[in-house]
Protein backbone atom coordinates (compact mmCIF):
# COMPACT_ATOMS: atom_id res chain seq x y z
CA UNK A 1 0.00 0.00 0.00
CA UNK A 2 1.51 3.28 -1.01
CA UNK A 3 1.82 6.41 1.37
CA UNK A 4 3.11 8.90 -1.05
CA UNK A 5 1.57 12.24 -1.46
CA UNK A 6 1.66 14.20 -4.01
CA UNK A 7 0.48 17.94 -3.27
CA UNK A 8 0.17 20.12 -6.69
CA UNK A 9 1.37 23.55 -6.41
CA UNK A 10 1.58 26.43 -8.76
CA UNK A 11 5.54 26.55 -8.61
CA UNK A 12 6.84 26.36 -11.93
CA UNK A 13 10.51 27.96 -11.84
CA UNK A 14 13.22 25.46 -10.33
CA UNK A 15 15.68 28.95 -9.70
CA UNK A 16 13.10 30.43 -7.37
CA UNK A 17 12.17 26.69 -5.95
CA UNK A 18 15.51 26.32 -5.01
CA UNK A 19 15.92 29.73 -3.21
CA UNK A 20 12.62 29.01 -1.14
CA UNK A 21 14.17 25.88 0.00
CA UNK A 22 17.49 27.56 0.87
CA UNK A 23 15.21 30.06 2.82
CA UNK A 24 13.14 27.38 4.80
CA UNK A 25 16.92 25.81 6.08
CA UNK A 26 17.37 22.92 3.97
CA UNK A 27 19.75 21.68 1.58
CA UNK A 28 18.60 20.05 -1.79
CA UNK A 29 19.78 17.58 -4.15
CA UNK A 30 19.48 18.27 -7.79
CA UNK A 31 19.39 15.09 -10.67
CA UNK A 32 17.61 11.97 -11.83
CA UNK A 33 16.74 10.88 -8.02
CA UNK A 34 14.45 8.88 -5.70
CA UNK A 35 12.03 9.63 -2.46
CA UNK A 36 11.54 6.54 -0.58
CA UNK A 37 8.43 5.76 1.72
CA UNK A 38 7.09 2.96 3.04
CA UNK A 39 7.84 -0.56 2.78
CA UNK A 40 10.74 1.12 0.60
CA UNK A 41 8.71 1.62 -2.07
CA UNK A 42 10.38 4.67 -4.24
CA UNK A 43 9.14 7.56 -6.14
CA UNK A 44 11.25 9.13 -8.90
CA UNK A 45 11.98 12.85 -8.39
CA UNK A 46 14.06 15.95 -9.79
CA UNK A 47 14.99 17.23 -6.62
CA UNK A 48 14.71 16.23 -2.70
CA UNK A 49 15.41 17.39 0.98
CA UNK A 50 17.39 14.65 2.54
CA UNK A 51 16.29 14.81 6.24
CA UNK A 52 17.98 13.19 9.36
CA UNK A 53 15.66 9.96 11.04
CA UNK A 54 12.52 10.96 8.75
CA UNK A 55 11.58 10.53 5.13
CA UNK A 56 13.01 12.89 3.24
CA UNK A 57 10.55 15.29 0.97
CA UNK A 58 10.99 15.36 -3.12
CA UNK A 59 9.93 17.74 -5.65
CA UNK A 60 8.87 16.72 -9.42
CA UNK A 61 7.91 18.40 -12.11
CA UNK A 62 4.19 17.28 -13.42
CA UNK A 63 3.85 19.52 -16.52
CA UNK A 64 4.51 22.81 -16.19
CA UNK A 65 4.75 23.00 -12.24
CA UNK A 66 6.23 21.04 -9.45
CA UNK A 67 4.76 18.81 -7.32
CA UNK A 68 5.79 18.03 -3.71
CA UNK A 69 6.36 14.32 -3.41
CA UNK A 70 6.78 11.95 -0.18
CA UNK A 71 5.21 9.74 2.77
CA UNK A 72 3.88 12.29 5.17
CA UNK A 73 3.25 9.43 7.60
CA UNK A 74 7.32 8.92 7.96
CA UNK A 75 7.95 13.00 7.75
CA UNK A 76 9.37 13.79 11.31
CA UNK A 77 9.44 17.40 12.86
CA UNK A 78 7.68 18.87 9.84
CA UNK A 79 3.96 18.96 8.91
CA UNK A 80 2.56 19.14 5.57
CA UNK A 81 0.56 22.32 5.60
CA UNK A 82 3.00 24.54 7.23
CA UNK A 83 6.10 23.20 4.77
CA UNK A 84 3.50 23.64 1.84
CA UNK A 85 2.10 27.19 3.17
CA UNK A 86 5.95 28.25 4.06
CA UNK A 87 7.34 27.02 0.83
CA UNK A 88 4.82 28.53 -1.89
CA UNK A 89 5.08 32.05 -0.13
CA UNK A 90 8.80 32.25 -0.04
CA UNK A 91 8.61 31.31 -3.63
CA UNK A 92 6.36 33.47 -4.23
CA UNK A 93 8.55 35.77 -2.72
CA UNK A 94 11.45 35.37 -4.75
CA UNK A 95 8.94 35.28 -7.89
CA UNK A 96 7.62 38.91 -7.32
CA UNK A 97 11.03 40.66 -6.12
CA UNK A 98 12.67 39.36 -9.70
CA UNK A 99 10.12 40.17 -12.00
CA UNK A 100 9.54 43.83 -10.51
CA UNK A 101 13.25 44.03 -10.38
CA UNK A 102 13.49 43.39 -14.25
CA UNK A 103 10.69 45.65 -14.75
CA UNK A 104 13.10 48.39 -13.47
CA UNK A 105 11.74 48.46 -9.64
CA UNK A 106 14.04 48.36 -6.69
CA UNK A 107 13.43 47.13 -3.27
CA UNK A 108 13.14 49.99 -0.88
CA UNK A 109 11.53 48.32 2.83
CA UNK A 110 10.37 44.74 3.69
CA UNK A 111 8.85 44.27 6.96
CA UNK A 112 7.36 40.63 8.39
CA UNK A 113 4.05 41.41 10.39
CA UNK A 114 3.43 39.19 13.27
CA UNK A 115 0.62 37.48 11.37
CA UNK A 116 4.01 35.96 9.04
CA UNK A 117 2.85 38.44 5.69
CA UNK A 118 5.64 39.81 4.07
CA UNK A 119 5.06 43.59 2.97
CA UNK A 120 7.53 44.92 0.06
CA UNK A 121 8.05 48.59 -0.80
CA UNK A 122 9.53 48.83 -3.98
CA UNK A 123 10.22 52.11 -6.49
CA UNK A 124 10.85 52.41 -9.92
CA UNK A 125 14.17 53.75 -10.66
CA UNK A 126 14.50 56.08 -13.65
Not at 31 to 42: E, H, Y
Request: glycine share 8%; net charge positive.
Amino acid sequence: MSHFSRVRTQIVEKEYLLQAIKDLGFTCEEGDLKVTGFARQQVPVDLIIRLPLSYDIGFRKNGENYEIVTDWFGVRGIKREEFTSRLTQRYAYHVTRAKLESQGFALVEEQVQETGQIRLLLRRMS
